[in-house]
């Protein structure tokens, strides 16, 4: 196997990797930011669609160099996955923001603040790994962290849903929610998928 230091190294793929790192972290803390205050939520929404459209465009430029590079620093299908489960953690920001206004929700509850947040620390921590995969040195911890908020997304989580179908009185309610809260699950499981795909890229490299 080559050493990934005596390939050539294309930057354009450290440039898109950290542009899409960036893009998913405006993203997430737009999110974040809207179920926190629930003010000007059209305007965020709006945002939040705008860096949806931002990272599909990134996703194509990823797709079109994979297409024209004869060598790339990682293989291929793992750079075509990644970009792909980026992709879809900034649907799931996208679908969750649109749902607060397609289900007319009053507002949010403490459960979706907090998956909300958890999501918008995922992004934080992946956006700094994935700007230093150009040097492959110091992402363990962050990608390390972005499983351990997984972990206690999926327990607020089941505690979300257990409160819901104990106190909800309207089944309206509990079909809102219940879908709310299975978009932002979504979305974080898909930034631990990510940052697997991160470190798998990083131990085939090293």
Do not use: C
Not at 116 to 122: G, N, V
Not at 165 to 178: G, H, M, Q, S, Y
């Amino acid at each position: 196997m080559v050493s990934l230091r005596l390939m050539p190294r294309d930057a354009r793929f450290f440039d898109m990797f950290r542009s899409d790192g960036q893009n998913l972290r405006s993203a997430a803390a737009e999110l974040a930011e809207l179920l926190g205050s629930y003010d000007r939520i059209d305007e965020r929404i709006a945002r939040i669609q705008e860096l949806e459209h931002s990272g599909d465009v990134i996703g194509d430029e990823i797709a079109a160099k994979l297409d024209e590079a004869f060598i790339t620093p990682f293989d291929r299908e793992d750079i075509h996955e990644l970009a792909r489960r980026l992709d879809d953690v900034v649907d799931g920001i996208q679908e969750t923001a649109e749902s607060m206004r397609i289900y007319d929700i009053a507002a949010p509850t403490e459960e979706a603040r907090s998956l909300a947040a958890i999501l918008a620390d995922q992004a934080v921590e992946l956006d700094i790994a994935l700007g230093m995969l150009g040097s492959m040195k110091g992402l363990a911890p962050h990608l390390r962290r972005v499983s351990e908020l997984e972990n206690q997304a999926d327990g607020l989580s089941r505690a979300a849903l257990g409160r819901l179908f104990r106190e909800a009185t309207d089944p309206l309610d509990v079909i809102k929610w219940r879908d709310v809260y299975g978009m932002l699950e979504g979305a974080i499981d898909a930034a631990e998928d990510a940052a697997e795909i991160v470190q798998r890229m990083v131990h085939k490299a090293s």
